[in-house]
């Protein structure tokens, strides 16, 4: 009697489009083809079913995963913590787009197809120690920082076309006493109107740049702490802060080993030189 043998030991490649809340997977054999494509929901239980979905085509190699900074940030880290490789897929290839028109199960099957043919080779960021929480730090404090500019140039704003009485206190007030000037002012609701509804502007701008700075120092120190704990040697580097420091610890991420070489550094900070390929070329002196 003839016994049918599976060939579970096959090499699947897999690729996702992700999406905030689902995720379209698809699976491919070592040549190439497609062996299935599915659509999970972008969930703890979504991520379970996606790598046993995969599995059942043979033993999973690298999986092609777009956003692994976003939405795939979730995906990503199952994948890792069962030993599979996450690459990161920047985008579907856009002469495919062209020709067939946007479809999640085509930039699946090119997010897989991106990792066999070695086109995408990026391995992702697993983004789970130190690092992600320098990112997270990072972003809340350029928020504030961009808040409180907006309130100071809205106080100065205010204080240029206030009444009189009030333009003239502000007219020479420095930038670095404008918000504690403002955050005191006691307007009254028995005066003028507008002069007491711009002091009440005025104010409550104020105490929100205050609100803001403090936030901002918590911040800093918390941002500190963990630079110092992470990649001290950079602080002792001429004209590197706990600002700079943190934003190239982001760049590199929490697995360094990911970039191979200065070139490679250079090319993923944006700063790889490219030679002229047209028109005159100056030669260097």
Known sequence: MAVAIVESTRPVTGGVDTHLDTHVAAALDANGGVLGVESFPATGSG????????????????VGVEGTGAYGAGL??????LGVGVIEVDRPNRQLRRAHGKSDTLDAIEAARAVLSGRATG????????????RALLIAKRSGREAGITCLNQIRHLGFTAPDELRERF??????????????????????????ATKLAMRSLGRRVLTIDDEIARLDAALAELVTATAPGLLG?????????????????????????????????????????????????
Request: aromatic content about 4%; glycine content about 8%.
């Open 123 to 134: 391995v992702a960021k697993t983004a789970d120690g130190n690092v992600e929480a320098m």
């Open 76 to 81: 990503a880290r199952h994948l890792r913590s």
């Open 47 to 62: 991520y379970c079913s996606l790598s046993s979905w995969l599995g059942e085509f043979g033993t999973i190699g690298r």
């Open 171 to 196: 007219q020479s007030a420095p930038r670095t006493a404008l918000a504690a000037q403002a955050a005191a002012l006691r307007p009254r609701p028995d005066r003028d109107a507008v002069l007491y």
């Open 237 to 285: 580097l001429h004209g590197v802060g706990v600002d700079t420091a943190a934003i190239l610890c982001v760049a590199a991420g929490d697995n360094p080993q990911r970039v191979r070489s200065e070139a490679a550094w250079a090319q993923l900070c944006g700063v790889a030189p490219l030679e002229a390929t047209s028109g005159k070329v100056m030669p260097c002196v």
